[in-house]
T-cell receptor, first 113, second 115 residues
Framework: TQLLEQSPQFLSIQEGENLTVYCNSSSVFSSLQWYRQEPGEGPVLLVTVVTGGEVKKLKRLTFQFGDARKDSSLHITAAQPGDTGLYLCAGAGGSGNTGKLIFGQGTTLQVKP | DTAVSQTPKYLVTQMGNDKSIKCEQNLGHDTMYWYKQDSKKFLKIMFSYNNKELIINETVPNRFSPKSPDKAHLNLHINSLELGDSAVYFC??????????????FGEGSRLTVL
């Protein structure tokens, strides 16, 4: 069974700080997605990374896919209260999981003003 | 217009009852899913349908029965509810065939509480 492990599970920081969330697996994925979920809502896609070593930026958020396509990271620069939420990584297309996304357990981020 | 809508949003019921959750998507997507999110926020796939055909059926008790009357609708019926069924159930959809996962569009979730 493929697993994605996210760390840390909880993060509480002050506005303006930087942070990094990690998503690791022993399995190779053809692509990896990051979602953000706010209370009472469903997850919303932030980014998809496909190529090993790929880096994508979304304003203050930087996403990286590991060279071996087994891990990914999300870095937030100068976090703001609006970044508060649950961040989920999800892997697709790995061995034995055609047609489904495997989700990590999530990282709950709280940014205090 | 809401892209993926599911009803009801909240459901409180007694153990042993049968309940249904309905989902509709107006995105024209071919594939729809049911995910279960537990109290620790872990999202796990339950079922997936592509053009009304069941393509993913994870290890889910057979008390859970999905039905897709057409590719825009995917309902979930649960028989003989148990305490452990309490969770938030998310419907989602994606474009294209099962082997090429694109963006998942999620509904707002249906919070089921079994007493």
């Amino acid at each position: 069974t493929q697993l994605l492990e996210q760390s840390p599970q909880f993060l509480s920081i002050q506005e303006g700080e930087n942070l990094t969330v990690y998503c690791n697996s022993s399995s190779v994925f053809s692509s990896l997605q990051w979602y953000r979920q706010e209370p009472g809502e469903g997850p919303v896609l932030l980014v998809t990374v496909v190529t090993g070593g790929e880096v994508k930026k979304l304003k203050r958020l930087t996403f990286q896919f590991g060279d071996a396509r087994k891990d990914s990271s999300l870095h937030i620069t100068a976090a703001q209260p609006g970044d508060t939420g649950l961040y989920l990584c999800a892997g697709a297309g790995g061995s034995g999981n055609t047609g489904k996304l495997i989700f990590g357990q999530g990282t709950t981020l709280q940014v205090k003003p | 217009d809401t892209a993926v809508s599911q009803t009801p949003k909240y459901l409180v019921t007694q153990m042993g009852n049968d309940k249904s959750i309905k989902c509709e998507q107006n995105l024209g997507h071919d594939t729809m899913y049911w995910y279960k999110q537990d109290s620790k926020k872990f999202l796990k796939i339950m079922f997936s349908y592509n053009n009304k055909e069941l393509i993913i059926n994870e290890t889910v008790p057979n008390r859970f029965s999905p039905k897709s009357p057409d590719k825009a609708h995917l309902n979930l019926h649960i028989n003989s509810l148990e305490l452990g069924d309490s969770a938030v159930y998310f419907c989602a959809s994606s474009r294209g065939l099962a082997g090429a996962i694109g963006e998942l569009f999620f509904g707002e979730g249906s919070r089921l509480t079994v007493l």
